[in-house]
């Protein structure tokens, strides 16, 4: 019967008629009880694996998240989809969070996402002691780890969450880009009880990697563009400057592009966004701050006008090229002056203020290790594919 209820949501709510690789083992082993970790690239289908379970259980699963535009992302189109989702953040007020558990607690949703600071209030833990949870699902799991790119204090505090629950859910982790240092961090940190770990590969074959040099790069860009008319496309840029110098530079120049950061306003954000989404038009420049829970399968190209900061960033916008399984390139235009503009960046990086003396040293002694590994992908003269699946641990074909 599970198998019929499980294909059956699949095609109701998702509309698709099979599973991609790895995904119906995760779903079955959080069916069957158990304890999840998996590290799934961008574009394999992630959500899908807990939100899946989520209405088959009998329960309400909360699932933690960092961003608020990815949580309002993924509620959206849940609920355009039939499932009945909310979330809870620090957009919502006071009475609008009360109404949200209030109608929880009722049955009335199956998803609840909510943030990592938001867990231990009073009012949501109230909520939490006293409805069935099914399920706690951690998403970008790797926040919660020291070693990973994009650690949040505020996660570490999701297992004193769950000891303070009066029966423990399954909980699942998920992420798309972990070192095996992380995955360890994150077992830990969460105490998952004997789970399921899958690393469902890094390699993602229809991608093809590059990174040129050379002086002028606007007009490199503005060339590939002329080449790629037809194609959606994202453009990252690592200051909110670069971006609207390349956004006007390339409208001035007659092409259908968008601009995506966070000096712009909230309503001008999302209604760039859905241009793109909605082929509006063609071309995003954006910083990194775009891109979480797009989901878009006919991204043609990324292109990266600056070195990331790390290869676990690189490796995520990237990816968001071509996942709908078809040919896409991902092209870095590196200059050395790239990696004097990432030092600077990270050393004033807002972060680092929640941190005491001595764990601020390591954890910049980290970035400032991710950032030389950054700078060898851009100047190696080996296989590129070779060097990224290697730096997540994976042994790659010689080619």
Same mark, same amino acid.
Request: net charge negative; glycine share 6%.
């Given at each position: 019967?599970?198998?019929?209820?499980?294909?059956?949501?699949?095609?109701?709510?998702?509309?698709?008629?099979?599973?991609?690789?790895?995904?119906?083992?995760?779903?079955?082993?959080?069916?069957?009880?158990?304890?999840?970790?998996?590290?799934?690239?961008?574009?394999?289908?992630?959500?899908?694996?807990?939100?899946?379970?989520?209405?088959?259980?009998?329960?309400?699963?909360?699932?933690?998240?960092?961003?608020?535009?990815?949580?309002?992302?993924?509620?959206?189109?849940?609920?355009?989809?039939?499932?009945?989702?909310?979330?809870?953040?620090?957009?919502?007020?006071?009475? #609008? /969070?009360? *109404?949200? @558990? %209030?109608?929880?607690?009722?049955?009335?949703?199956? +998803?609840?996402?909510?943030?990592?600071?938001?867990?231990?209030?009073?009012?949501?833990?109230?909520?939490?002691?006293?409805?069935?949870?099914?399920?706690?699902?951690?998403?970008?799991?790797?926040?919660?780890?020291?070693?990973?790119?994009?650690?949040?204090?505020?996660?570490?505090?999701?297992?004193?969450?769950?000891?303070?629950?009066?029966?423990?859910?399954?909980?699942?982790?998920?992420?798309?880009?972990?070192?095996?240092?992380?995955?360890?961090?994150?077992?830990?940190?969460?105490?998952?009880?004997?789970?399921?770990?899958?690393?469902?590969?890094?390699?993602?074959?229809?991608?093809?990697?590059?990174?040129?040099?050379?002086?002028?790069?606007?007009? #490199? /860009?503005? *060339?590939? @563009? %002329?080449?790629?008319?037809?194609?959606?496309?994202? +453009?990252?840029?690592?200051?909110?400057?670069?971006?609207?110098?390349?956004?006007?530079?390339?409208?001035?120049?007659?092409?259908?592009?968008?601009?995506?950061?966070?000096?712009?306003?909230?309503?001008?954000?999302?209604?760039?966004?859905?241009?793109?989404?909605?082929?509006?038009?063609?071309?995003?420049?954006?910083?990194?701050?775009?891109?979480?829970?797009?989901?878009?399968?006919?991204?043609?190209?990324?292109?990266?006008?600056?070195?990331?900061?790390?290869?676990?960033?690189?490796?995520?916008?990237?990816?968001?090229?071509?996942?709908?399984?078809?040919?896409?390139?991902?092209?870095?235009?590196?200059?050395?002056?790239?990696?004097?503009?990432?030092?600077?960046?990270?050393?004033?990086? %807002?972060?680092?203020?929640?941190?005491?003396?001595?764990?601020?040293?390591?954890?910049?002694?980290?970035?400032?290790?991710?950032?030389?590994?950054?700078?060898?992908?851009?100047?190696?003269?080996?296989?590129?594919?070779?060097?990224?699946?290697?730096?997540?641990?994976?042994?790659?074909?010689?080619?």
């Amino acid at each position: 019967m599970m198998k019929q209820n499980k294909l059956e949501a699949l095609k109701t709510y998702f509309g698709y008629d099979a599973f991609r690789p790895a995904q119906e083992q995760i779903i079955d082993q959080i069916l069957s009880g158990r304890d999840v970790l998996a590290v799934m690239p961008t574009g394999a289908g992630k959500s899908l694996c807990y939100q899946l379970p989520a209405l088959l259980m009998p329960g309400i699963t909360v699932v933690v998240s960092p961003l608020i535009s990815l949580m309002m992302d993924q509620v959206k189109a849940l609920n355009e989809a039939g499932v009945h989702a909310a979330y809870i953040n620090s957009s919502l007020t006071e009475n #609008q /969070i009360g *109404k949200a @558990l %209030e109608l929880a607690a009722a049955g009335r949703y199956k +998803i609840i996402y909510v943030a990592p600071e938001r867990l231990e209030t009073p009012r949501f833990l109230d909520f939490a002691c006293h409805t069935e949870l099914s399920m706690i699902t951690v998403d970008e799991a790797h926040c919660i780890s020291q070693w990973g790119q994009d650690f949040r204090p505020s996660y570490t505090r999701i297992l004193s969450f769950i000891r303070q629950l009066p029966v423990r859910p399954v909980v699942s982790a998920f992420t798309a880009t972990a070192t095996e240092r992380v995955r360890e961090d994150i077992l830990l940190s969460l105490e998952l009880e004997d789970p399921y770990e899958t690393v469902t590969g890094f390699d993602r074959e229809n991608l093809y990697f590059e990174v040129r040099r050379g002086r002028n790069k606007k007009e #490199q /860009i503005r *060339k590939y @563009l %002329e080449e790629h008319r037809e194609d959606s496309g994202i +453009i990252y840029c690592a200051t909110r400057k670069g971006v609207d110098e390349l956004y006007l530079g390339l409208e001035n120049a007659g092409f259908a592009v968008g601009r995506y950061h966070a000096g712009m306003s909230a309503e001008a954000r999302k209604r760039s966004q859905e241009d793109f989404i909605y082929d509006r038009i063609r071309v995003m420049i954006a910083t990194n701050a775009f891109g979480m829970g797009i989901d878009k399968s006919n991204v043609r190209y990324v292109i990266h006008y600056n070195m990331p900061q790390s290869m676990e960033n690189y490796y995520q916008e990237a990816g968001r090229a071509g996942r709908d399984g078809e040919p896409a390139e991902c092209i870095l235009y590196y200059s050395p002056q790239d990696t004097v503009i990432n030092r600077m960046l990270l050393e004033s990086k %807002e972060s680092y203020r929640d941190y005491e003396a001595e764990e601020l040293r390591v954890i910049q002694a980290q970035d400032m290790e991710r950032l030389r590994k950054m700078e060898a992908y851009c100047t190696t003269v080996k296989c590129l594919r070779g060097y990224i699946l290697e730096y997540f641990g994976e042994r790659a074909p010689e080619k």
